[in-house]
């Protein structure tokens, strides 16, 4: 049985046109850990594993992870870091909102021609609700 994690790599190998081969070959990856992945028979796999498949697929590690809208994995991450958002001062949270838009940017996705991202749009919603308490 596949796993979301399997589901979302296997779509991005699609659009890339890629094998299996391809994805170990170029994250440095084993072939064995990439079909275990793609097999949903290892579905935690490490930190170190997620990045190089990320940065071999040319995509942010959060693509691999987390489904895009409203899923509870989003919601979950976004309810972490809004708790943990609260705990900091105000001029910590000043920095985190600085840094949080210069990764934005850097990756594209503040604005393109169409406007902003709808991730950025929410991640901007979230921040601004909780300066508010």
């Given amino acids: ?12 190998l699609q659009r890339r046109g890629w094998q299996q081969s391809d994805l170990a070959r170029e994250s440095r990856v084993s072939e064995a850990t990439i079909s275990r992945l793609l097999a ?8 170190g ?15 691999i ?3 895009e809208g409203n899923s509870p994995a989003a919601d979950s ?5 809004v708790d943990l958002y609260r705990l900091l001062p105000s001029e910590e949270r000043a920095k985190i909102l600085d840094y949080a838009e210069a990764i934005a940017l850097r990756r594209q996705l503040v604005a393109n021609s169409k406007g902003e991202s709808k991730r950025m749009v929410r991640v901007k919603q979230m921040l601004s609700m909780s300066q508010l308490t």
């Fill in 1 to 12: 049985m596949t796993s979301p994690l399997a589901d979302r790599i296997r779509r991005l």
């Fill in 40 to 47: 949903g028979e290892q579905r935690n796999p490490t930190a």
């Fill in 49 to 63: 594993t997620l990045s190089a498949i990320a940065k071999a697929l040319q995509v942010p590690v959060d693509e």
């Fill in 65 to 67: 992870l987390l489904d």
């Fill in 77 to 81: 991450l976004e309810a972490a870091l």
